[in-house]
């Protein structure tokens, strides 16, 4: 079974960083392409950034040059470094596996939120 723990959030604010972790367990995380997602209020959820098993990325527009994911596989763990933070980033950040069109392949976890204040 697929369990999925993000951490790494809080209240920043505006222009501040934080780096988020997902660990996974329950599956071989190497062989996963992974992906972070944030869901804001009344808002529907959106990928923010994908990483495939070989390391290569995907981001939405809204945070490219701002966000970077990686991720160890030795660890099974995956990141998400966010600096030059915004409100509007303000959201729960998931992480979950990833189909090949990124789309979430499985259940969802908690979450961790993130809140950025102006």
């Known amino acids: 079974q697929v369990q999925l723990v993000e951490s790494g959030g809080g209240l920043v604010q505006s222009g501040g960083s934080l780096r988020l972790s997902c660990v996974a367990s329950?599956?071989?995380?190497?062989?996963?392409?992974m992906g972070w997602y944030r869901q804001a209020p009344g808002k529907q959820r959106e990928l923010v950034a994908g990483?495939?098993?070989?390391?290569?990325?995907n981001y939405a527009d809204s945070v490219k040059g701002r966000f970077t994911i990686s991720r160890d596989n030795a660890k099974s763990t995956m990141y998400l470094q966010m600096n030059s933070l915004k409100p509007e980033d303000t959201a729960v950040y998931y992480c979950?596996?990833?189909?090949?069109?990124?789309?979430?392949?499985?259940?969802w976890g908690q979450g961790t939120q993130v809140t950025v204040s102006s």
């Open positions: 979950n596996l990833a189909n090949m069109d990124w789309r979430a392949a499985a259940s």
């Open positions: 329950g599956i071989i995380f190497r062989i996963n392409h």
């Open positions: 990483i495939t098993t070989v390391g290569v990325t």
